[in-house]
């Protein structure tokens, strides 16, 4: 118990951090901390100017690890992700330079503007946490999360992700517009200088592996683990939806449900953790059909209204079940 509260008060420092740069979006700035706690990757999808890029500076700075920015262009190549290996002269033999994909916190900025080529390049990384390049792999450090924007107004000239690489990210969040309290207070925060300018860690990236741990320990009843596979499997059996959430999806639900309870104070998930996740972890893990999309159907929408109908169950807390 102690680990736990001693986790809980790591993950409130740094939302609370923060919560100083992105004002009015408390819900976006918890799931990006639950991205870091379960070490996983978030894609930020949102129109322009509403602080996605500085949603993900912010987290990353405020964990204290090492971050570094790639910004997705059609002209980028792989090896500007991953590295290249170069003759060095003097040593009479290649070296290894490494790329920007060897950083604890990576922000891939307009990620769909890249090519799928080298898109891809991230797959690896992304999945398997290290780098192969001509034969030889390069492990990332550790923690090791890539936060990827995309904007998903503007088409012209971009590169939809595909449905392997969407798989492989943990959550996708969408900011919004601020109402008109918030927008007063950000023009207030940014009168002198911009808060991000002042934000300091308040964590280190041995902070963020102890989180990682410390969240696995957060009890899942049996009834909550059967209410997620329920969720999951009518995705596959709905007549709006192509392709289903895979069971890469029912696993990012639980552990993400585990580190959400932590952050609220619980070491047990309650079935409220998946209805307000259930969105946020399976909409862009599914392929809505041509069908509906005609109607104006989205994967969001889908989601919703799946968590509406079924059922939910009635949880135990770890000491009502006894353990």
């Given at each position: 118990?102690?680990?736990?509260?001693?986790?809980?008060?790591?993950?409130?420092?740094?939302?609370?951090?923060?919560?100083?740069?992105?004002?009015?979006?408390?819900?976006?700035?918890?799931?990006?901390?639950?991205?870091?706690?379960?070490?996983?990757?978030?894609?930020?999808?949102?129109?322009?100017?509403?602080?996605?890029?500085?949603?993900?500076?912010?987290?990353?700075?405020?964990?204290?690890?090492?971050?570094?920015?790639?910004?997705?262009?059609?002209?980028?190549?792989?090896?500007?992700?991953?590295?290249?290996?170069?003759?060095?002269?003097?040593?009479?033999?290649?070296?290894?330079?490494?790329?920007?994909?060897?950083?604890?916190?990576?922000?891939?900025?307009?990620?769909?503007?890249?090519?799928?080529?080298?898109?891809?390049?991230?797959?690896?990384?992304?999945?398997?946490?290290?780098?192969?390049?001509?034969?030889?792999?390069?492990?990332?450090?550790?923690?090791?999360?890539?936060m990827a924007t995309q904007n998903p107004v503007e088409y012209e000239g971009t590169f939809p992700l595909p449905e392997a690489q969407l798989d492989r990210f943990l959550l996708m969040i969408t900011?919004?517009?601020?109402?008109?309290?918030?927008?007063?207070?950000?023009?207030?925060?940014?009168?002198?200088?911009?808060?991000?300018?002042?934000?300091?860690?308040?964590?280190?990236?041995?902070?963020?592996?102890?989180?990682?741990?410390?969240?696995?320990?957060?009890?899942?009843?049996?009834?909550?683990?059967?209410?997620?596979?329920?969720?999951?499997?009518?995705?596959?059996?709905?007549?709006?939806?192509?392709?289903?959430?895979?069971?890469?999806?029912?696993?990012?639900?639980?552990?993400?449900?585990?580190?959400?309870?932590?952050?609220?104070?619980?070491?047990?998930?309650?079935?409220?953790?998946?209805?307000?996740?259930?969105?946020?972890?399976?909409?862009?893990?599914?392929?809505?059909?041509?069908?509906?999309?005609?109607?104006?159907?989205?994967?969001?929408?889908?989601?919703?209204?799946?968590?509406?109908?079924?059922?939910?169950?009635?949880?135990?807390?770890?000491?009502?079940?006894?353990?």
């Open positions: 118990m102690a680990d736990l509260e001693r986790a809980r008060a790591v993950a409130q420092k740094m939302v609370e951090n923060v919560k100083r740069v992105i004002i009015g979006k408390d819900g976006a700035v918890e799931l990006g901390l639950i991205s870091l706690m379960c070490q996983g990757h978030v894609l930020i999808e949102d129109v322009p100017g509403v602080g996605k890029t500085m949603l993900a500076r912010s987290l990353a700075r405020s964990c204290g690890g090492s971050f570094r920015r790639i910004q997705f262009t059609p002209d980028l190549l792989p090896s500007d992700i991953t590295g290249v290996s170069i003759y060095n002269q003097k040593l009479t033999e290649f070296e290894f330079k490494r790329g920007p994909i060897f950083a604890q916190v990576v922000l891939a900025d307009e990620i769909n503007r890249a090519t799928p080529k080298t898109q891809s390049a991230l797959l690896e990384a992304m999945e398997e946490r290290q780098v192969t390049v001509e034969g030889v792999t390069h492990p990332v450090p550790r923690p090791f999360t890539v900011l919004g517009y601020p109402s008109a309290q918030e927008e007063l207070r950000i023009i207030d925060s940014q009168q002198s200088t911009h808060p991000i300018e002042s934000l300091q860690p308040v964590a280190a990236p041995e902070d963020i592996v102890m989180l990682h741990e410390a969240s696995k320990s957060v009890f899942v009843d049996d009834l909550v683990k059967q209410y997620v596979v329920t969720l999951v499997e009518r995705t596959r059996s709905n007549e709006d939806i192509t392709l289903g959430c895979s069971p890469r999806g029912t696993l990012a639900l639980i552990r993400t449900c585990q580190a959400l309870a932590l952050v609220r104070g619980r070491d047990f998930v309650l079935p409220d953790d998946v209805k307000e996740l259930a969105v946020p972890v399976m909409a862009h893990r599914i392929i809505v059909s041509a069908a509906a999309r005609m109607r104006g159907v989205r994967g969001a929408g889908v989601i919703a209204g799946l968590v509406d109908r079924v059922p939910v169950p009635g949880a135990h807390a770890r000491s009502a079940a006894g353990r």
